[in-house]
């Protein structure tokens, strides 16, 4: 099966910049989830999707980071305006049902740089 | 709230020696705690998982972990290094429940010398 698809695999941008991020989970796949993968850090939950419904954006920073997924399948993480603490690889990953009984599938990640 | 504490942000042993990678968890049910894998310049990939089946669970490339309930702990092991393992690996924890996210820990960056 095809892995879980994010692009671009990089971008470098000014600070108060926006950025968007997209990402194509597994077909089939009803959960969809972005994290936050800060250097030296573990991945953090940014917003978590069920279907086209957000079941978890407790750590989304909504004032400038905003999350999509149009018709239960593909998904935009956009950040506007971006700081530079912003930098990070933004992972998404998808799973069949819940993360307690459904393997993650990762994909490899958008790595942010804001200079 | 539930979490993980992953012991050394950094292991080095030699190729055949034992792997032992640390993880503490702390929660307020029963855990359900993973393993994965991030090797460079790839996604991460689940390694092994416990589910309040066996304590001891085996996962892919010959890793293991057991899960001690009165330690809090489920480290993850492997009999001898190969140099293919070197990656970072990170435990995480979610709740038995429908809609929980896994949180997970900081990572460990596991390093194998020949």
């Known amino acids: 099966e095809a892995g879980v698809a994010q692009s671009p695999r990089y971008k470098i941008i000014e600070k108060r910049q926006s950025v968007a991020f997209w990402c194509n989970p597994i077909s089939g796949h009803a959960t969809l989830y972005w994290y936050q993968q800060i250097l030296g850090q573990g991945p953090k939950l940014l917003i978590q999707f069920q279907n086209n419904g957000v079941v978890d954006d407790s750590q989304l920073p909504k004032d400038r980071f905003s999350a999509e997924r149009l018709k239960g399948v593909d998904s935009t993480l956009k950040i506007q305006p971006a700081k530079l603490e912003d930098s990070a690889v933004y992972l998404c990953?998808?799973?069949?049902?819940?993360?307690?009984?459904?393997?993650?599938?990762f994909g490899n990640g958008t790595r942010l740089t804001v200079t | 709230a539930q979490s993980v504490t992953q012991l050394g942000s950094h292991v080095s042993v030699s190729e055949g020696a034992l792997v032992l990678l640390r993880c503490n968890y702390s929660?307020?049910?029963?855990?359900?705690l993973f393993w994965y894998v991030q090797y460079p310049n790839q996604g991460l990939q689940l390694l092994l998982k416990y589910t309040s089946a066996a304590t001891l669970v085996k996962g892919i490339n010959g890793f293991e972990a057991e899960f001690k309930k009165s330690e809090t702990s489920f480290h993850l092991t492997k009999p001898s290094a190969h140099m293919s393992d070197a990656a970072e690996y990170f435990c995480a924890v979610t709740l038995g429940q429908a809609g929980t996210a896994l949180i997970f820990g900081k990572g460990t960056t596991l390093s194998v010398s020949s």
């Open positions: 929660s307020s049910v029963p855990p359900y």
């Open positions: 990953a998808s799973s069949f049902g819940s993360s307690y009984n459904s393997p993650l599938h």
